[in-house]
DNA sequence: CGACAAATTGCAAACGTTTGCAAAGAAAAT
DNA sequence: ATTTTCTTTGCAAACGTTTGCAATTTGTCG
């Protein structure tokens, strides 16, 4: 009966009648306008707030031919049945999230496979978003390239690859790597295991940062004491077990996020493994929850909040045509229980004094 | 000096010339209607897919009068600097985006304050969203009622709260207290603490079902045996410890969350109180992390594929005039390392034998 | 008192779709 | 050959905003 498809929802049209203005009146008022005569103003912004209106943005974007949403994608690939992968994204999807809101942006979560990863081209094709946010890269370097060369906005949370032509934020993984190194180093550790699937290329990074550091304290990368492990929970628990059944010559290890290192420390715990007595742990991302288990975990923080910013920023950069960049933030070590320096006889200050 | 706001993508009208057809016909091939030749859809398609056209959705939902986005909000109280709230919520949002996604709709996230909890009422009002996902509801009940009575169509995730007239799907807490418990005291033990804030709904359930177990095996609640341990990370951490340091005299944990537990069990560990032998803990939730630390933890798990897809149905179904109801899922305890059944000799068997 | 500028308003044309209706053929029935 | 039916197409009017431009009112100055 009602001759609008869309159901009775006040619009402007009906703040126009009531107040007795026009609709053009209506959006100048509401949009702050300094056509609009104050008191006028006034009197429509406090009806509109009484009628509890707010504007049709799908018609807002289609005149003003832009939109206020940010696309998240987050990878899912098709073996992980876990819901969302690592715990580190979440907490970065948790600050984009604030980020965004605050800035006024409003953000659509989408999970792709990532067989459809050229589909997400679509979100901005059909003006959903503005611009991406990507977030873990390895869902196909050359897609990414592919979209950002086609103009498409997007920033990835990733590791700097060469040749990449979009816009791309990471912390320093090689650094990263280097600190918690280095201070397994500090701590007196000689046999040092890495932890990571060198494949990724934020893994490689880090592991750079460890060859890096052993050699700086004159020692190489033993290929003994490196083991792929991958990132998915499940996965990762199977690799660990299997690696400690097969080598327990190791006094450290350093795994390439917190939940591997967790779970390795559940896994040596179980064999009666002692840690950090028997063995050093330094886990990467500096979760929440690092600083809840038992022991807790030392570990190299990623400036999480800073990411999201940066995140942002580059959507919006790339979208006014910036040129693709790197933006590199920087990381610390936090230490905790999983890790104990040498009272200072052997510790890095020794190592400046000559013996 | 383009005539056009929107940037140079592409639109109906360039297929249409292209194609040399109506804007109406290639409208009506892309949306498979039979109204349209064959022959001409197929070449229609054909060419939108080359030039990878998607259709603009701000002008689709304005003038069909309807979105395809669902939102979900998180909340996020005003003292809790953690990004996202529980790992548990986290889980939920994963499967709730894989739910969205796979039955074709969207899905925007936002995080609010407490105090704005009555700003999401925007969401819909704006046609952004068709409805809202809202979990967590102890952001305040009545602002969700007053919501609900408005016809904003919403689905919360919850307890089943007397006088709600806002759809809600919760799992059966008071079945999950109930297992937990009457599984501890199959395991042997007699000084059960509860730990969880019963001014939450969902936790006041729970404690319930723990007292209903208690009863049923011819025992009683002990007020020193339970603790409000907040939710929220850190804080649980500093009450637990507090606890702890209060009080040893408990053989086994019901923790109201997986996180509450594992923070339990580390403090335990600190403190060289062995689980399971010295104290059997459960948790709630049954999170991936669960089987990932040592000991592996006993927890009531909830379905949440399940839930996900029953909040997805409760906001159409509200949508459609239905009227408000209330889901509950069931819930079942997954056995595992941080608790120990007793030899047959004194289990839950032998309490059915007259002594 | 007339002319001109400034302030405030309204008109109407977009924005990119969908869809009721009419039109134009083509095929079938008479 | 004429009418009827069916298939396929296009026209044009929405959907709810924003905004350039013109129109109106009011104020100021000579």
Same mark, same amino acid.
């Given at each position: 009966m009602s001759k609008n498809l869309t159901s009775n929802k006040t619009q402007m049209v009906d703040i126009a009648r009531i107040a007795g203005v026009s609709v053009s009146t209506v959006s100048r008022a509401l949009a702050g306008s +300094? =056509? /609009?005569n104050d008191e006028t103003r006034k009197r429509i912004v406090e009806l509109a707030k009484s009628l509890r209106f707010s504007a049709n943005v799908g018609a807002q974007n289609l005149r003003r031919g832009q939109s206020q949403t940010i696309a998240v994608v987050l990878p899912k690939s +098709?073996?992980? %049945? %876990? *819901? /969302? !992968? &690592?715990p580190f994204f979440i907490a970065l999807l948790g600050e984009l999230a604030d980020a965004l809101t605050s800035r006024g942006y409003d953000m659509l979560l989408t999970r792709v496979d990532e067989a459809q990863i050229?589909? #997400?081209e679509g979100l901005v094709g059909s003006g959903r978003a503005l611009g991406i946010v990507v977030i873990? %890269?390895? =869902?196909?370097h050359y897609a990414l390239t592919a979209l950002s060369s086609r103009g498409i906005p997007i920033a990835v949370w990733g590791a700097a690859l060469p040749g990449s032509n979009y816009f791309i934020v990471g912390s320093d993984n090689r650094l990263g790597g280097q600190l918690a190194t280095q201070h397994l180093i500090d701590c007196g550790r000689k046999k040092i295991m890495f932890l990571g699937d060198t494949r990724l290329p934020e893994v490689a990074l880090r592991f750079e940062g460890y060859r890096d550091a052993l050699i700086a304290n004159g020692g190489m990368v033993n290929p003994g004491l490196t083991a792929a492990i991958p990132f998915e929970a499940k996965a990762a628990r199977r690799a660990l077990a299997d690696l400690f059944a097969h080598t !327990? &010559?190791?006094?450290a290890l350093f795994a390439c996020s917190d939940l591997m290192a967790m779970t390795a420390n559940a896994l040596l715990a179980a064999r009666g #493994?002692? /840690? *950090? %007595?028997d063995v050093c742990v330094v886990g990467y &991302?500096? =979760?929440? =929850?690092a600083s809840q288990v038992h022991p807790t975990l030392t570990s190299v923080r990623q400036p999480l909040a800073d990411a999201a910013q940066a995140l942002l920023d580059g959507v919006l950069y790339v979208r006014e045509g910036g040129a693709a960049k790197m933006v590199i933030l920087p990381t610390g070590l936090v230490e905790r229980e999983s890790t104990l320096r040498r !009272?200072? +006889?052997? !510790?890095a200050k020794s190592a400046q004094t000559k013996k």
């Open positions: +300094t =056509l /609009v +098709t073996a992980d %049945q %876990q *819901p /969302v !992968s &690592d050229d589909d #997400i873990g %890269q390895w =869902l196909h !327990s &010559d190791f006094d #493994i002692r /840690v *950090p %007595q &991302d500096d =979760l929440s =929850l !009272s200072a +006889t052997k !510790s």
